[in-house]
Each structure stands twice: as C-alpha cells, then as structure tokens.
C-alpha cells in the first residue's frame, strides 16, 4: 500500500501546506544500494577521557573507507557523530555527553547517524559507573526523537573484551542499511561465549558466501526480502512456505537462485524433515530465520480457542521444535545463527492481538532462554520486532488505525520489508558472532507500542 501522504509531503504543493499547518513530514529514507559508500560524508568520531573504544572504532572506521574528523568545525555537515562514552564512571561526567553533542547535534546531515557507545551496566565497576551508563539509553533514545531528516541514533553497548568484535554492528548502524532502526539499544559481547569476535568477511558486500540460509514464510512479504537480501549478501536461501503459496515460493526461490521447499512449519515431521533436507541437499545449514507468521485477531472476550492455538502454533511452537531438532542433530555448521521474528506487539501488547502479542512475547522469550545455550557452540541467537511494515499485513488494518500508526514514530512513517531484512542479515554475518541475545525494534522509534 503505497503511503500517498508522504508522496504528498514531497510534492512542492505538499510541502507548502506541510509547512504552514506543521503537520509531520517524512523524509524519504536513504537505502542501501550495493556498491554504496558507507557514509556519504565525514563521520565525527569523540570520546570521554579514559574511553576504549575510540581508537579501534575510528581505525575501523578508516578501514571501511570513512573520512574521520576528530574536532568539529563549524559550519560543516557530518554524516555521523560517534561518541566512546565508556570512560564515563560518574553520573558527574555525563556533562561530556552535552559538551559533545549540545552543538554538534545541529550539524547532522539528512539520514545522519549519531552512536553512542558505552558500557553494558551490569559490567560496571563500581554502583556509579553503572548508574551512568544506564543513563545513555535516555540520553540516546531521546536525541533521537529529537534528530530529523531521517536521521538515527543508537547505543551500542560493548562488553569489556569485545572492542574487537564491533565491526559488523558499526557498519550497519552507520550505513543505509539501519534506514528504519532507530532510537535502539545493542549489545555486543554479552551473551556467553564471552570474547568471541566472530569471522572478519572475505568481502563485506558477499558476507554469507558459501552460507545456507532456511527463511520459513520467505513467498512474500517480509519472508521474500529475507530472502532477497541474504541472496544479495552471498547465502543460497532455501525459501519455505505452505503448499497453498507454492507459486509465490517457486517464484522468489528462483528469483534469489535459491531453492524452494513447501511445508507447513506446524505438521508433527517438519522439523524431521528439515533436518534430513539440508543433510543430504546441503550438507549442513548456516541460517535460519523464522519469519513465518499469522495473526488471527479478536478481543479475547470474542476469541474462540481456535484462534488462540493456530497463533501460538505458527508462531512459537513450531520455532521451537525446529530448533531442537536441528540443535539436536549434527546438520548445523559451525558459527550457526538462529534468528526469530518477534513485533512491537509483542514489547508493548496491541488490543485485538492477545494471542500474537503473548506469541511475540515468546519469540523473546525463545530468544533469551536459547541465546547463551548456543554460544557455548559458536551459535547465536537474536531477533528483530518490527513495528509498522509496508506489507499486505499491515495494508489490511483499517484507514483509521494504518495513518497513526505509520505517522506516531520519530521517521513519521512506515518501514519497508528491506528494513527487516538488512537487521537479520546483519545478525547472520559471520563478523556478528559477539552479537547475541538482542531483540532490536525495527520500527522508525515508533510510539504505538513500546
Ligand atoms: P505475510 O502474511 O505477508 O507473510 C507470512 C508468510 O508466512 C506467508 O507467506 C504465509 O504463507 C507464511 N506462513 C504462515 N503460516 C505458515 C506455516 N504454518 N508454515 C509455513 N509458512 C507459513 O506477513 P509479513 O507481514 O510478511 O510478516 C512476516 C513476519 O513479520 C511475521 O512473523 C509477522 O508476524 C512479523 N511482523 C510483521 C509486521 C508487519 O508490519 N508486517 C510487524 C511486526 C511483525
């Protein structure tokens, strides 16, 4: 459904009368496009004295073809401010978050990007170093609902030990990929297998070469964008869907040069079958993403059991019986990652929906109960929960519900599938093996729901 608003508020009409009665204005957001620099401009990198990440974040940097500036100058336009707050141990010293940002915030280009990175509180030294490091979350997620043009700003959380292992998250938050992820908390190193820093890719534009990917619901929707992007990346995706979708699936099976498998994710030998599939067709499978999903909605007051069972079936039972069995047998290949679909929904509850958000809840739940079982074998597990779509899902919801809800975020609109998309193939990169145990919104800071 295209969102005719925003077409209007580009339009030179459009941007007059948005003007004048100070309506919400989203700009159009920049997307990746293969062969894209990272930043199309200078990134100001700074950081509170004592910071340990400042140096190996700018040599990143550099080495991922950034122009660096150490010092702001006025006048100029940055495509990212990068601030190491990890050396702030006093609530006292979180005055150099404002000494930084106070006047540089003005200086961020359209679809900029501020990060903050810090250290993940629990793994403070001292009760007050913990008190301020907690505080970046508000510091961050409010600049970015105070950022506009289309820019973002997150904080990344570094666990003592991981500086190395922020590559990969640096250079999605950055770039064009993280177009509809915004005002969001990450953490790097803090699920189990402390230290892992994962595998640097041969070729950052083809990161999954060589990887097999599953993407269940992958005929349409968000499903067939997984499958796109992780195709585009290098993996050979095998696209799963009901019977019922079969040309859809053979269509975007083919498309991606993947292969295309018809099962119902819910039936009693699909996770038996899946296993022997990529054992003998495969020889072992890299990714699995579980996107299929449904919603069957109603007040609880008016949702018959059936409702109920066929929600929680698709979109948490059967997740799990997959991944016991894959973790179970010895088809998974070293470095695995397992990649859930939860929803804002899921994060904030939604009226009509107590069966998908208890579903999506889970899908959270799946996360942090599995995420430090699967380090201990290289493996890891996170999530995205994305808010408002573009989809056929969301193009169902009535007029007066879909213009808020595409509206009420920071972005003041929707997200595309891609935006999905990009978030797991970040998590799948082989260089993302310290990024364990998130659940990241990809939502546009949406304020319908969390
Ligand atoms: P969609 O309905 O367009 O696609 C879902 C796909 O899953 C379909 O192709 C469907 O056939 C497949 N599927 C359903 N039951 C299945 C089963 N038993 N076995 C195999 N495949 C099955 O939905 P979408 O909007 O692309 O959503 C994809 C995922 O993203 C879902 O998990 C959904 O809950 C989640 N999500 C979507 C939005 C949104 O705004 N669209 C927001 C939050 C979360």
Redesign the pocket.
Known sequence: MADRYQQFTNSPVGKFVVGKLGLPSPTPLRRYQPGQPLLEGPALVGAAPGGRLEKTVTEQLRGAGVEIATSATAGSSYSALVFDATGISDPKQLRELHSFFQSTIKQVGTCGRVVVLGTPPEQAKSTRERVAQRGLEGFTRSVAKELRNGATAQLVYVAPGSEGATESTLRFVLSAKSAFVDGQVIRVGTAGAGGATGTTPADWDKPLDGKVALV??????????IAEVLARDGAHVVA???P??GA??SAVANAVGGSALQ?????ED?PAKLVEYFAERHDGLDIVV??????RDKKLANMDSARWDSVI???ID?QLAINDALLESSVLRDNARFIG?????GIAGNLGQTN?GTS?AAVIGMVEGTAPAVAERGATFNAV??????????AAIPVTIREPARRLSTLAQ??L?VD?AETIAWYANPASAAVNGNVVRVCGQAMIGA
């Open positions: 269940t619901g992958a005929s349409r929707g968000i499903g067939a964008s799963v869907d009901v019922a979708q859809d699936l099962l119902d994710v819910t039936a699909t579980h996107n299929a999903g449904i919603t079936s698709v979109n059967s679909v939860s929803s804002i929904a998908y999506k929960a994305p808010g408002f779509i573009e989809t056929r899902m969301t929707g997200g599938p999905v």
